[in-house]
């Protein structure tokens, strides 16, 4: 199949790179054409492991290519997925407005029988909209579908490969099968082709993350409990994860939930209830209680120092929002960064992949080290807030050298308080007693 795929970041150019290494032939559309040319000169402008290979095997293969031209691409495409962000308005909704740029700009170009898909997370009753307007500008009925992206940055590749299922938001049985041949390799386990409605494939977008969400903010939440309340949130995690009722995914505490997905998805279906008029508790408390979790690490540490954090060296090791991304959008590093500059502190830190990221954001506002064990001259105090495996088992006598004093605020409970404390760590984790 030729296909088209629109908006090259992080779900464009997985998805364009998987369908092309199954043999279709895509082009990849952007409007940034730095992004573009970057890629025709054979660089991945972003981290995901895995990716570079794919690209360079599917462009020397002559299945994948990038432009910035509109017009050439979709004309001859019989699928155009639409991958734009979809990022937060000031009430929380979705803004559309890329969206709707992308569906002008590539209505005057569609065949009359493309399938325009959104791969693009969209409020319930987008697909509607968007059939509305290409019949307004095309003055014909078009073929749009939903088919909602679950992929998880870090493991985007082996995700859109081996997908737990496809869900498709469909008008009719043919578009449907056109999709479900598109994806029958990625399907060979087994694994469901589901096919709905869109406005249920749409909603089933917003309900995942925002379950997901919700099983973060709950058990971050008791995790603070359990700090004041002399109990151990990882024995109180094995207490209730054997229940098969309620399992041990996506139930570890830490420094709150970040990225470009959860937290907008689980304000835009709260902004989508209260249009409709539905009081969103949960949501509005999911939301909530992870802006709250983001502080919990900066806030361990100013009662640390008193209130006084002016001069103090901070060491900060992780700012992607989670391992194996460069994202940092909403990452709860950020958040962190900002309380400790306002408050006077100096700040080094280490990522192994988002530093440049971060540079682009604080320039010399930090300072940036090569290795973890670099941030650590002279530092009062280190704070863990992503848990790449590099910091898993550090050589923590040479940390103890290197740091004024032993001191670590752990965002991720990467270590066994008993043998921080053996080594003569002052270790303050979340959900447990600090040694
Ligand atoms: P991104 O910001 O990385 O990429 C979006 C791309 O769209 C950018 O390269 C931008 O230049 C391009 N773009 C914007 N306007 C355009 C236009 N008019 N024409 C052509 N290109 C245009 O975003 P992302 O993280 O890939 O997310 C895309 C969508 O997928 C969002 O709706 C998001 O919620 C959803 N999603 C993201 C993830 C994820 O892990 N990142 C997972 C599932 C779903």
Not at 186 to 195: A, G, I, Q, S
Not at 345 to 351: E, Y
């Amino acid at each position: 199949m030729r296909i088209g795929v629109v908006g090259t970041g992080y779900v464009g150019l997985v998805t364009g790179t998987c369908f092309a290494d199954s043999g279709n032939t895509v082009t990849c559309l952007d409007i940034n054409a730095a992004k573009i040319a970057r890629l025709e000169r054979g660089e991945v402008p972003i981290y995901e492991p895995g990716l570079e290979e794919l690209v360079e095997r599917n462009v020397k293969a002559g299945r994948l290519r990038f432009t910035t031209d509109a017009a050439a691409s979709i004309r001859e495409a019989d699928v155009v997925f639409l991958a734009v962000g979809t990022p937060p308005c000031a009430d929380g909704s979705a803004d559309l407005s890329a969206l709707w740029k992308v569906v002008d700009t590539i209505a005057l170009q569609l065949r009359p029988d493309t399938i325009v898909v959104t791969k693009s997370t969209v409020p319930v009753g987008t697909c509607a909209g968007i059939e509305q307007r290409l019949e307004a500008r095309t003055g014909r009925m078009c073929r749009v579908a939903s088919n909602p992206e679950f992929l998880k940055e870090g493991a985007a590749i082996e995700d859109f490969q081996k997908p737990d299922r496809v869900v498709v938001g469909v008008r009719t049985k043919e578009v449907g099968e056109i999709l479900r041949s598109l994806y029958a390799p990625f399907l060979r386990t087994e694994n469901p082709f589901l096919v709905m409605s869109p406005e249920s494939s749409e909603m089933t977008k917003y309900v995942a993350n925002s379950l997901l969400a919700t099983k973060i903010s709950f058990i971050n939440e008791v995790a603070n409990l359990c700090e004041r309340m002399e109990a151990d949130i990882d024995d109180v995690r094995r207490g209730i994860g054997h229940d098969s009722r309620i399992g041990f995914a996506f139930l570890f505490p830490g420094a709150g939930y970040g990225g470009s997905c959860f937290p907008k998805d689980v304000q835009a279906l709260a902004a989508m209830a209260r249009d409709k008029g539905v009081v969103p508790r949960i949501l509005t408390a999911v939301h909530d209680t992870n802006l709250a979790q983001k502080q919990v690490l900066g806030a361990k540490i100013d009662s640390w120092f008193g209130g006084d954090l002016a001069g103090k060296r901070v060491a900060i090791w992780g700012l992607a929002f989670k391992p194996r991304t460069d994202d940092i959008r909403d990452a709860p590093a950020i958040d962190l960064i900002d309380g400790l500059l306002a408050a006077g502190a100096s700040v080094r830190v280490h990522d192994p992949e988002a530093i440049d990221n971060v540079r682009a954001v604080y320039g010399e506002r930090l300072e940036y080290a090569a290795t973890p064990l670099d941030t650590l001259d002279a530092a009062d105090c280190l704070a863990i807030v992503t848990e790449w495996g590099d910091y898993r088992r550090p050589d923590f006598d040479e940390m103890a050298r290197r740091m004024r004093q032993r001191l670590i605020f752990d965002g991720r409970n990467l270590y066994p308080p008993a043998e921080l404390k053996a080594r003569g760590f002052s270790y303050h984790a979340i959900g447990k007693q600090p040694v």
